[in-house]
């Protein structure tokens, strides 16, 4: 009980960072601003075809069990198989945000799993494919995470996946005229939004401020300005300045522009302005070869393939360890109960 409620305590956590912004540009750019005290993470290379068993934090639960059918690049705070983000080899992103009213499904006959964005990652092509899969799995109640997803495909798709008392609420297609989200529910974010200048009503946008409704407003209208340019390197950089639009001073750690058609990863640290890139095609997803990783906050910038590294569980050990320690709610906990989390990825195996 005591590894249940910690690891509960820890996911979380992650939950808490999420007070976020995230978007699909016209022309298959996704965009993501993680906003949170903490700056420290891996990017991590995911490989396709490895057995995996959802960690749960009650044990009496049914453990959803699969093999992950596509390899991706996440971006992970609180160690290895439990992303805050990512993108897989098939141009499928899924990405979390900070969702106060969620509550996840009561515990039924479907299996259950906790790092829902890894699932999703391993097995999942499209967005309708991530919302069929909850007729086969559910997330555990039992981990208390207020979240919601924002789902973008390379066919140009987007979806706002939330649970609301349970149940699962969508919005996609002509529900989801705009496609981004904040950190109120979709139907509050798209009414708040139908009562501003140029969506319908009076009200005049609030540039700058870091209400998550008001976040909301300045990234719609980002998108609704935007016209597709053949120069994906604009393209690219008008992404940039919509996050940079609804950044939250220094709160704002990462800032991450996935490209869905070309199959690449740029993004921008607190610490460094300058941008950093990661080419999918360069990558070994196959389970013949290690996982690799690199620090997101490495010091070399440009395309970053040439410098990741094969996977260091001691690394690993260390983030969970320091992330841990530098979040006040479970700074104190045992270093045992910390080291259970940091050595889940190595009940992961090659299938």
């Not at 996840?104 to 006959?109: M, V």
């Given at each position: 009980m005591v590894l249940t409620a910690f690891i509960a305590i820890v996911l979380s956590c992650i939950a808490n960072t999420c007070a976020c912004t995230a978007f699909l540009q016209e022309d298959l750019l996704a965009g993501k601003n993680y906003d949170w005290h903490l700056d420290q993470g891996l990017l991590i290379v995911n490989k396709s075809g490895i057995a995996k068993r959802a960690l749960m934090l009650d044990p009496a639960e049914n453990a959803a069990e699969w093999v992950s059918q596509y390899g991706s690049v996440t971006f992970n705070q609180y160690g290895r198989e439990m992303p805050n983000g990512g993108m897989n080899e098939v141009g499928l992103v899924v990405e979390t945000l900070m969702l106060a009213a969620a509550r996840n499904p009561a515990p039924d006959r479907r299996p259950a799993v906790t790092a829902w964005v890894q699932y999703q990652l391993d097995n999942s092509r499209t967005v309708d494919e991530v919302i069929a899969t909850d007729k086969a799995v559910r997330i555990s109640p039992s981990m208390p995470m207020p979240l919601h997803f924002f789902v973008s495909d390379a066919q140009g798709s987007a979806a706002v996946v939330e649970f609301i008392d349970g149940r699962l609420i969508c919005h996609a297609g002509n529900e989801l005229p705009h496609k981004l989200i904040t950190n109120n529910t979709c139907a509050e974010s798209l009414g708040f939004l139908g009562q501003h200048e140029g969506f319908g009503g009076t009200r005049p946008m609030r540039k700058g401020s870091h209400d998550s409704l008001d976040r909301f407003v300045v990234a719609a209208d980002r998108l609704k300005d935007y016209r597709p340019d053949d120069s994906r390197p604009k393209a690219i950089r008008y992404a940039f300045e919509t996050l940079a639009a609804v950044r939250q001073g220094d709160a704002t750690k990462w800032s991450i522009?996935?490209?869905?058609?070309?199959?690449?990863?740029?993004?921008?640290?607190?610490?460094?302005?300058?941008?950093?890139?990661?080419?999918?095609?360069?990558?070994?997803?196959?389970?013949?070869?290690?996982?690799?990783?690199?620090?997101?906050?490495?010091?070399?910038?440009?395309?970053?393939?040439?410098?990741?590294?094969?996977?260091?569980?001691?690394?690993?050990?260390?983030?969970?360890?320091y992330t841990v320690r530098q979040t006040p709610m479970i700074a104190q906990l045992p270093d045992a109960l910390i080291e259970m989390l940091a050595a889940y990825p190595e009940t992961t195996s090659p299938h």
């Amino acid at each position: 009980m005591v590894l249940t409620a910690f690891i509960a305590i820890v996911l979380s956590c992650i939950a808490n960072t999420c007070a976020c912004t995230a978007f699909l540009q016209e022309d298959l750019l996704a965009g993501k601003n993680y906003d949170w005290h903490l700056d420290q993470g891996l990017l991590i290379v995911n490989k396709s075809g490895i057995a995996k068993r959802a960690l749960m934090l009650d044990p009496a639960e049914n453990a959803a069990e699969w093999v992950s059918q596509y390899g991706s690049v996440t971006f992970n705070q609180y160690g290895r198989e439990m992303p805050n983000g990512g993108m897989n080899e098939v141009g499928l992103v899924v990405e979390t945000l900070m969702l106060a009213a969620a509550r996840n499904p009561a515990p039924d006959r479907r299996p259950a799993v906790t790092a829902w964005v890894q699932y999703q990652l391993d097995n999942s092509r499209t967005v309708d494919e991530v919302i069929a899969t909850d007729k086969a799995v559910r997330i555990s109640p039992s981990m208390p995470m207020p979240l919601h997803f924002f789902v973008s495909d390379a066919q140009g798709s987007a979806a706002v996946v939330e649970f609301i008392d349970g149940r699962l609420i969508c919005h996609a297609g002509n529900e989801l005229p705009h496609k981004l989200i904040t950190n109120n529910t979709c139907a509050e974010s798209l009414g708040f939004l139908g009562q501003h200048e140029g969506f319908g009503g009076t009200r005049p946008m609030r540039k700058g401020s870091h209400d998550s409704l008001d976040r909301f407003v300045v990234a719609a209208d980002r998108l609704k300005d935007y016209r597709p340019d053949d120069s994906r390197p604009k393209a690219i950089r008008y992404a940039f300045e919509t996050l940079a639009a609804v950044r939250q001073g220094d709160a704002t750690k990462w800032s991450i522009v996935y490209d869905l058609r070309n199959l690449e990863i740029h993004y921008r640290t607190q610490r460094c302005a300058e941008v950093r890139t990661v080419r999918f095609k360069d990558l070994d997803f196959t389970p013949k070869t290690p996982v690799r990783t690199i620090s997101i906050n490495t010091t070399h910038v440009g395309l970053l393939n040439p410098h990741l590294a094969d996977y260091d569980g001691d690394v690993n050990r260390w983030l969970v360890f320091y992330t841990v320690r530098q979040t006040p709610m479970i700074a104190q906990l045992p270093d045992a109960l910390i080291e259970m989390l940091a050595a889940y990825p190595e009940t992961t195996s090659p299938h």
